[in-house]
């Protein structure tokens, strides 16, 4: 495992690379709807009223919308496939993941660094373009409108990644061993099908109807469709180790400018 990560080029004690396979990096990433903003986007876009509070249970009880404890620190190598509007991509991901709520991801291209996100544990975030050589932070994801999480916070990501729930639930809750729908803090509703503790699907709902939705294949691989941005996500967890140490603090190269982080509208 250690060598098929090594292969990659690290970002100081703890990052994440993306390397594109079939197209230059350029152009995904600053394409209409990146991986990043559509995974992520699309989670924004259901919502439902009457919301009735019940009580969370116990946080020792490992829940399908919960990242379980064995799987902190580590880091974990993904592939890719991505169909969408911008057409066929694939590429490699690798996650670090120090916590829920402190991760970094790093974009390359051929060994070349594109971009970095920073998330700590405190919802600071802070983003760096290597091409623009401008940088920018923001205390909440509504800041980021590249990546524009106004309903769900940055933490959905290494969710989505893992195969957990995305968001938590708020109000209305009914779960049984195969079945689990709740509204989020937002009125959002989720509808996901369990077997035993593993969590086979979910899906993010309008008007009754998944507009959002993601399964576990047979292979252990995972798939994410946004219907109304006509894309489809596929990725495999090709490999998985602790990580050795804390994150390191964010670097901000020499000479790089800080900009605003509303005005990057696309990674």
Same mark, same amino acid.
């Given at each position: 495992?250690?060598?098929?990560?090594?292969?990659?080029?690290m970002?100081?004690r703890?990052?994440? $690379?993306?390397?594109?396979? =079939?197209?230059? %990096?350029d152009?995904?990433?600053?394409?209409?709807?990146?991986?990043v903003?559509? !995974?992520?986007?699309?989670?924004?876009?259901?919502?439902?009223?009457t $919301?009735?509070?019940? #009580?969370? +249970?116990?946080?020792?009880?490992?829940? +399908?919308?919960?990242? *379980?404890?064995d799987?902190? +620190?580590t /880091?974990?190598?993904?592939?890719?496939k991505y169909?969408?509007p911008?057409?066929? #991509?694939?590429f490699? !991901?690798?996650l670090?993941?120090? *916590?829920?709520?402190?991760?970094?991801?790093?974009?390359?291209?051929?060994?070349?660094?594109l971009?970095?996100?920073? %998330?700590?544990?405190?919802?600071?975030a802070?983003?760096?373009d290597? =091409?623009q050589?401008? &940088?920018?932070?923001? *205390?909440?994801? *509504?800041?980021?409108?590249?990546?524009?999480?106004?309903?769900?916070?940055?933490?959905?990501?290494?969710?989505?990644?893992?195969?957990?729930?995305?968001?938590?639930?708020?109000?209305?809750l009914?779960? @049984?061993?195969? =079945?689990?729908? &709740?509204?989020?803090?937002t009125?959002?509703?989720?509808?996901?099908?369990?077997?035993g503790s593993?969590?086979?699907?979910?899906? #993010?709902?309008?008007s009754? /109807? +998944?507009?959002?939705?993601w399964?576990r294949?047979? @292979?252990g691989g995972?798939?994410?469709?946004?219907r /109304?941005? /006509?894309?489809?996500?596929r990725w =495999?967890?090709?490999?998985?180790?602790? #990580?050795e140490?804390?994150?390191?603090?964010?670097?901000?190269?020499?000479?790089?400018?800080?900009?605003s982080c509303?005005?990057?509208?696309?990674?």
């Amino acid at each position: 495992m250690r060598r098929a990560l090594n292969l990659l080029e690290m970002n100081g004690r703890g990052g994440a $690379m993306v390397v594109a396979t =079939r197209r230059t %990096v350029d152009y995904w990433v600053r394409a209409r709807g990146g991986l990043v903003t559509v !995974l992520l986007a699309s989670l924004c876009t259901a919502c439902a009223s009457t $919301m009735v509070p019940f #009580l969370r +249970p116990a946080p020792t009880a490992e829940q +399908p919308w919960q990242i *379980s404890s064995d799987s902190f +620190p580590t /880091q974990r190598l993904y592939r890719i496939k991505y169909q969408g509007p911008e057409g066929d #991509l694939g590429f490699k !991901l690798v996650l670090y993941l120090e *916590s829920e709520a402190r991760y970094r991801l790093l974009a390359s291209d051929l060994g070349r660094k594109l971009w970095s996100l920073s %998330v700590d544990g405190a919802g600071e975030a802070a983003w760096i373009d290597y =091409r623009q050589k401008e &940088f920018c932070r923001a *205390s909440a994801a *509504s800041e980021l409108r590249f990546v524009p999480l106004a309903n769900l916070p940055l933490v959905s990501l290494p969710k989505l990644l893992l195969g957990r729930l995305p968001a938590e639930p708020a109000a209305n809750l009914a779960q @049984d061993a195969t =079945r689990v729908t &709740f509204l989020d803090a937002t009125g959002q509703l989720w509808n996901a099908g369990l077997t035993g503790s593993e969590l086979e699907w979910w899906s #993010l709902l309008e008007s009754d /109807q +998944p507009v959002v939705w993601w399964r576990r294949e047979a @292979d252990g691989g995972s798939v994410f469709v946004d219907r /109304q941005g /006509q894309l489809e996500v596929r990725w =495999r967890e090709v490999v998985s180790e602790r #990580l050795e140490g804390p994150l390191g603090a964010v670097e901000i190269p020499t000479k790089f400018s800080q900009g605003s982080c509303g005005a990057v509208t696309e990674p």
